[in-house]
């Protein structure tokens, strides 16, 4: 074991402060990485709050990690010290279900481990994430990370690039059809370019018309403001495919009722309440309502392969670690474009956190 720093919290309602643990020494098959920059998620937010029940503490958040290697273990073979290299929302998998040996490690049928608030199959103990100087992770779960891409927007990829590339390819998104993206935050504003980047038509739904413009710069051919139904009402039946990034409560069937026979609308936001499908809304058109969930491994470089060939990377902020509370408050009020990034050199700063 070795020590590390970090930010974690103790309980639900206290803020994250410096933290120092014990990272396990790295094994055979382990790598490294000292952390350079941290993406932050919402995700970071729900789960420092125990908004979803399942919380352990302490809980040091992160899971959007990119940085150097710093030690490989004798077996490694992928890579070598001063290599980049990223690690996503897992860290482990069973590696024998059905989903662990088709790649789909992120639908491992006994559950994949959690980068952070996980139970780390080689200790036993709970994951801590990226909020930290250094993290080590098994080879088969630690990414290239391409060196001609801004390294600090990269580390968003690894969530929200991910979780919407992954439905994009999954339904063949590409030249010749028409595309939707619901909301523009943190997940949408990535699924309007990787859309815009396969060819396709993309059309984005905001509630905010102050948006167009930037949902435009970043891919967009066309912007529909989604509470105007003269707007929306002009665009029945023609979409192939629709993105739904919006984690708040709002209704599905007006996107449903815009797909063409057998479309497909895929729900990646999370929103707190259920969402209520009219039978109608599907059975009329035959058409599929369905969800995703980040991507495995596999998929997981394919997309920042992708994104290397195609110059994309995260709209982002960077931020201070000492200044994470004032993030997370500004992110529960959308007051981001559209993703905040951890300057991870920060970590040895002394000033109190804010």
Known sequence: MFICEGFATPAADQPLAPFRFERRDVGERDVKIDILFCGVCHSDLHQARNDWRNTTYPCLPGHEIVGRVSAVGAGVTKFKVGDLAGVGCMVASCQACAACADGLENYCQ????????????????????????????????????????????????????????????????????????????????????????????????????????????????????????????????????????????????????????????????????????????????????????????AETQEMLDFCAEHGIVSDIEMIDIHDIEAAYARMLKSDVKYRFVIDMATLKDTRPTA
């Open 110 to 297: 006994n559950g994949f481990v959690a980068t952070y608030n996980g139970v780390e199959p080689q200790t036993g103990r709970t994951t801590f994430g990226g909020y930290s100087e250094a993290v080590v992770v098994d080879e088969g779960f630690t990414l290239r990370i391409p060196e001609n891409l801004e390294l600090a927007a990269v580390a968003p990829l690894l969530c929200a690039g991910i979780t919407t590339y992954s439905p994009l390819r999954h339904w063949d998104v590409g030249p010749g059809q028409k595309v939707g993206i619901v909301g523009l935050g943190g997940l949408g504003h990535m699924g309007v370019k990787l859309a815009h980047a396969m060819g396709a038509h993309v059309v984005l739904f905001t509630t905010s018309p102050g948006k167009a413009d930037d949902a435009r710069r970043l891919g967009a051919d066309e912007v529909i403001v989604s509470t105007d139904p003269a707007q929306m009402g002009a665009h029945g039946e023609s979409f192939d495919f629709i993105l739904d990034c919006v984690a708040a409560e709002h209704d599905v069937n007006a996107y449903l009722n815009l797909l063409k026979r057998d479309g497909t609308m895929c729900q990646v936001g999370a929103p707190e309440r259920p969402l209520s499908v009219a039978a109608f809304s599907v059975i009329w058109r035959r058409r599929n309502f369905a969800g995703s969930l980040i991507g495995g491994i």
